[in-house]
């Protein structure tokens, strides 16, 4: 059973930064994207930013120009810098990999870690 670990959540005050983390417990193969989301109170979840196999890299609008995501694709690693953080980025931030072997597509999913932005 794979198991997907955030580590890098906590309290930063507005304007700060903080670098999420997410390893996986083994070794995925055929992985497509490595993404990461998040979800407020109250909010769906929502897609942050997503990187694929090739490096290719899409944000969300709110994000973009603060947030880089980044993978290690041999150690099945992906990370989150979070620059200039605002009140409304609080939430708790999942990891998502997504794989597709043999026709079937597959999701892991991290058990999420809490980000606090304090204005």
């Known amino acids: 059973q794979v198991q997907l670990v955030e580590s890098g959540g906590g309290l930063v005050q507005a304007g700060g930064s903080r670098r999420l983390s997410c390893a996986a417990s083994?070794?995925?193969?055929?992985?497509?994207?490595m993404g990461w989301y998040r979800q407020a109170p109250g909010k769906l979840r929502e897609l942050v930013a997503v990187?694929?196999?090739?490096?290719?890299?899409n944000y969300a609008d709110s994000v973009k120009g603060r947030f880089t995501i980044s993978r290690d694709g041999a150690k099945n690693t992906v990370s989150l810098q979070m620059n200039s953080l605002k009140a409304e980025d609080t939430a708790v931030y999942y990891c998502?990999?997504?794989?597709?072997?043999?026709?079937?597509?597959?999701?892991?999913w991290g058990q999420g870690t809490q980000v606090t932005v304090s204005s």
């Open positions: 998502k990999i997504e794989t597709t072997a043999w026709g079937v597509s597959r999701d892991y």
């Open positions: 990187i694929t196999s090739g490096g290719s890299t």
């Open positions: 083994k070794l995925i193969f055929s992985i497509n994207t």
